[in-house]
């Protein structure tokens, strides 16, 4: 089971587009609203902590959000700015997470106020939140790693910075309509799975990103049509 529903992924989704186009923001605000946000939709979240890792090194983060009541963790790395994301912000979430969550018996340490504090973990996904949208070969590699991409949608030479497939599900969701073919909502269910997976899957099984860029580009061309979104 995922730890975000359709509707809670449109809220950070939203968020991320009211903050499009505004580099000033500050990226302490960005990633306090972001908090607030896991926050109201049952996370606890550990703000700009440092996290001990397997190599023994100690990782700054920005967001490290626990699923109240449960043991599944996101690790939220919260991005702003002007112009693009490249894929070296992608594999460098990923290196983090692969770092911080292979610990023996799956216990997580947290520091604050230099003190440790353990967690027991089951599951861990990764998650990028930007008010600046990822360059085509950046959002390629998070769907490819299985990091869910929160970006602005907009579309740009050759290239749509598409939102979510979890986002896709809240609109088919929300849109009243009773005639929408039922296999449609389970293969966008299963494309949500593979492009928002947890990070034990993701390091065993690397899936074609471009394959899943057009899967995605064609999910949401028929998304548009059925529920006439237009941003």
Known sequence: MLPLAPSECYKLWDFVNQ?????????????????????????????????????????EHDIIAKKIGGRDFILVECKTGDGFLDKTHVFALFGKAFDIFNLPGRRLEIRFNDRPHVYDFEDVYCMIVSNLPLDKAAFVCSLALGIMAVQPYDIFDEYASLPPSLVESYWIEGCGRDDIDPRFRQDLSELTRITFRNLFWSQAEIFNGNVLYRRLERFHGIVQSLVQIRR
Request: charged fraction near 25%.
């Open 19 to 59: 903050c499009y186009k505004q580099p000033s923001i500050d990226p302490f605000d960005f990633e306090d609203r972001v908090a607030e946000i896991l926050s109201s939709i049952g996370f606890t979240s550990f703000q700009r902590r440092r996290v001990h890792g397997k190599s023994c090194s100690m990782h």
